[in-house]
């Protein structure tokens, strides 16, 4: 039986130009859709992924990545919007990748909604005042 999961997937500078991922489909047997892949200003890459799979073959396709220096995290978490400390600066909004932190064209004020939020964390890095919060 088929498994799918979304990860996150977090390469360090120096192995953020190898081709690692694609040896999940040669050899793991896993297909797998990119959501969305970034590259922070300290060359840093982020996947989010959505991978597809038998349960066994998940498991050896984690350990190779494991392996390979790759971090990988679930997509499992909450992440919530401290409305407090928002001051709605707009700095978040390109760094998500599914559209869930937007400009709201009348207020001009930065929407979350959180219904599209994957949990992938990008944002709470760069939000300067912390606003962006995991809750487990
Ligand atoms: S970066 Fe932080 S303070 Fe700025 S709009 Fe986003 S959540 Fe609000
Ligand atoms: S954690 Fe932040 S960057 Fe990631 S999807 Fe949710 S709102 Fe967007």
Redesign the pocket.
Known sequence: MKITKNIVLKFSREIVDQPIVCKLAKVYDLSFNIIKAYVTPRQEGYL?LQVSGRESDLKKGFEYLTESGVKIEPVSQD?V?NEEKCTHCGV?VG???????AVDEDTRKIN???E?????????NVCPVRA?E?RF
């Open positions: 989010i992440v919007r978040c760094i998500c990748p599914v559209g869930a932190l979350f909604y959180s599209k939020c994957t949990a992938c964390g990008l944002c709470i962006m995991v």
